[in-house]
């Protein structure tokens, strides 16, 4: 073999060698390149995962913050209004602590303003009108005996005391009829009795025959007319409603 051609060979197997080692040169670096965006492909889609939990996370706290936020307002808006309630029970209490205080001072007036109305009462009963004596002054009596019962409360008492009042009030527009006895020249004569609230007091025998009208300056009863018969008989009647109220013609004492 001729030296030229054994250049050619040689020149040949190093070119084949060049061109398989490049061929391995460049195979490396572009194995790594996809090998490194791989990794990079693979570290993004755990990033954007990353990034979607985070996200999630965020929009729950976000809601939880918006959520905590309404509720402090209701709270804020509920505490004011308890404050408020706290406030005004507090002006109560003390306003109880001052009536509280002065239940003793109280105590020591009415009861002595108790006394004196029941003794008032019973000199007004003595000096009124003497119908239904009897009973209005039992009532005196009850009120005397519930003073002095600790098992009444004082409030009870003056009540009761005040509803006699009203008892005797009432007395003044009171129409009513009963029958008794009048005691007239050391005879015991059985009438009939008449009362138009206080402003007469009228008496007539079951024979019609007489009548009789209180003096309550005197203190006395005092015989009418014959004139007067009949309208005390009318005022009886009417009284027991066996007539309707009319005018009639009475004699009438004035107050003194």
Known sequence: ??????????????????????????????????KAGLQIQTAAVKSQTKIDNVYGQTQELLAEYRSVVDESELLKVYNDHVARLVADQNAQIESFDRQI???????????????RMIDTLEQFIKADVPFNSDNRLARVERLRETMVSSSVTTSEKFRQVLEAYTIEAAYSSLVAASQGTLEIDGKSINVD??????????????????????????????????EYLKPVKEVIRMARKQATLELVKLPIFGAE
């Open 1 to 34: 073999m001729s030296v030229k051609i054994r250049k050619s060979l040689v020149a040949t197997a190093l070119v084949g060698a060049f061109a398989f080692a490049s061929s391995n040169v460049i195979a490396d670096p572009l194995n790594d390149v996809q």
């Open 101 to 115: 205080a002065t239940i003793d001072n109280t105590k020591q007036n009415v009861v002595p303003l108790m006394y």
């Open 193 to 226: 009795f008449g009362q138009l609230g206080r402003i007469t007091y009228v008496a007539q025998s079951f024979d019609l025959k007489h009548a009789w009208v209180w003096d309550n300056n005197t203190k006395q009863w005092k015989e009418l007319g014959d």
